[in-house]
Structure formats: structure tokens, C-alpha cells
């Protein structure tokens, strides 16, 4: 699915509705992104809530929110029966058809965005912050996103390599599928200072062996809950040719939960340091 560039939709620029600038009621908000839900949490606002989507996950008193459906396929009936006054999404979420239905009741719409980066993330907290009415605990947040960032990214100017690295998302039956260029993988691959080891497309592919051989992959990555589709760590190795590669000859498989490593949210600073850790052992070792 092709991103959209960062657009505002509904009433007037959502970024200017910075609550309570008055005695303007609470916003009643959707969140439609897992990166988004955290983020409202992470600042202290979730009791302006009614809503999410099914990727919001974490933290766990999310699941226990109303939910709108999947992010990529929301229907405005499922949303608006639960009377937003505010939904916020990120660039991943649609369809654009129902996001228009959304605009057209006149409930404000802010969409974000949702590339995969940490200045994407910077601007999700700010504005997330001032639509909350939690601007100084947005600017605290970012401050300490940043200076976590600038430190890992001193730490790994000594580093002695940089790792090639597979991404695979299994997804039951059926060969996984590998990251290749602009998605989210890729992001915190290259936020670890690794270099993702698919380099001919943009998206996901279901792996060939013919792919893993030219990977030359040093890692293999995965997420907790591919683990547990494909049945193992051992399930995973013994995939076609994985073991005429370098992580698969030294069986480097590294494993994430899926949300903290993807989300792009308030943890990514957090992820980018575990995983930069598990890539270059030897900063570990460095005086």
C-alpha cells in the first residue's frame, strides 16, 4: 500500500485545536494507529478515549477499549457510533474513501504521519500533545527521545560493523514474508545501525531462496509473536537455503515483540538501543 503525504482533514487544521484552550469540552477521541494509542498513554490521556483500532495492543488497558475494526479497513458506521469528537490516524490508515465520509460529518480528522523515522515520531508526539491538552508532557517526551537517540547514535559511531540483516514475518502457512525497503523494519534496522540485507524492493515478498542466498544475511530478525507462527526458532533456520547464510550457519536469529520493534511510537528509542545492542555485541565490550 502506497503512504499518502501527512494531510489534515475535517474542521479547520486539527493542529490548531489545542485543548483546553477554553471551556471547550474534552475531545472524546479515536485512535486509529498502535503508535497513536501509545502515545496518548504515554502522555497521560487516555481517559479521553472511546476508541481504538485492533492494532493497539499496548499497553494492555487498551484492549480493553471499544474497537473500530483494522486500521487499513475502518468503516465510518463502526466509528461513529461511538460519537468522536476527534480522530486521529496516522498515514497507514484507510480507506481514504471512509476517512472523507469521517471529514464530511464535520468530526475533525488528524492524520499523521507514519513514516520510519524518529523525526516521524517527533512530529506524532507534538501534535498528539497539543491536541490533548498535554503540550508540556509531549516537549518533556520528545527531549528525552532525542537525547536517547543522540546517544545511541555516538555509541554506534564506534562500532567496528555494520550487520546485514533479514527481516521475516511469518503469517501461518506458507513461505514468510521479507522486509524490503520503506517499511518499518527497515526503519529500525537502519536506527540499529544495520543495513537490511533485501535491497531489491520496496514492501514485503514472500522469501525465495534465491533472496536469502543474495541477502548474505549476519541476523535474522524476528518478532515474538512470527515465532510462535511458524512454529520456533528451529522452524525458522530450517527454512529453504536460510542455512547457506551467515546468521543461518551461526543460527543469529533475533527476536522482538512486534509492536515495540515496528511501532514507531514513544518506545522506538528503547527498541533502537535493544536492538543496536543485539547487532553490535561489541559496544557491549568497549571500554
Do not use: C, W
Not at 45 to 70: F, H, I, M, W
Not at 76 to 91: D, H, K, M, Q, Y
Not at 178 to 199: P, Y
Not at 273 to 287: D, V
Amino acid at each position: 500500500m502506497q503512504r499518502r503525504h501527512v494531510l489534515t482533514l475535517g474542521m479547520g487544521a486539527a493542529l490548531a485545536a489545542s485543548f483546553p484552550a477554553s471551556a471547550q469540552q474534552p475531545p472524546r477521541i479515536v485512535a486509529v494507529g498502535s503508535s497513536i494509542t501509545e502515545i496518548i498513554y504515554a502522555l497521560g490521556a487516555e481517559k479521553l478515549l472511546v476508541g481504538v483500532d485492533t492494532t493497539s495492543l499496548y499497553p494492555n488497558a487498551a484492549r480493553s477499549l471499544p474497537q473500530v475494526g483494522y486500521m487499513r479497513a475502518l468503516s465510518a458506521e463502526g466509528v461513529l457510533s461511538l460519537r468522536p469528537t476527534l480522530i486521529i490516524a496516522t498515514t497507514a490508515a484507510g480507506p481514504a474513501t471512509v476517512l472523507d465520509q469521517l471529514k464530511a460529518t464535520g468530526i475533525e480528522v488528524m492524520v499523521l504521519p507514519d513514516h520510519y523515522d524518529y523525526d516521524s515520531v517527533i512530529t506524532k508526539i507534538a501534535a498528539v500533545g497539543k491536541a490533548t491538552g498535554k503540550v508540556t508532557e509531549a516537549d518533556a517526551m520528545i527531549e528525552r527521545g532525542r537525547a536517547a537517540m543522540k546517544a545511541l547514535t555516538d555509541r554506534l559511531a564506534t562500532a567496528t560493523s555494520r550487520p546485514r540483516v533479514l527481516f521475516l514475518l511469518g503469517m501461518g502457512s506458507g513461505a514468510p514474508q521479507a522486509a524490503g525497503r520503506n517499511t518499518a523494519a527497515d526503519g529500525i534496522i537502519k536506527l540499529a545501525g544495520g543495513v537490511n540485507a533485501i535491497e531489491g524492493y520496496s514492501g514485503y515478498r514472500p522469501l525465495t531462496p534465491e533472496a536469502v542466498i543474495a541477502s548474505k544475511a549476519d541476523y535474522i530478525l524476528v518478532t515474538r509473536q512470527t515465532v510462535e507462527a511458524m512454529g520456533g526458532i528451529q522452524a525458522i533456520l530450517d527454512q529453504p537455503s536460510l542455512n547457506r547464510t551467515p546468521a543461518g550457519k551461526a543460527g543469529k536469529v533475533l527476536e522482538f515483540d512486534a509492536l515495540l520493534l515496528l511501532g514507531f511510537g514513544p518506545r522506538t528509542p528503547q527498541a533502537a538501543q535493544e536492538l543496536a545492542s543485539a547487532l553490535h555485541p561489541e559496544l557491549a565490550r568497549a571500554p
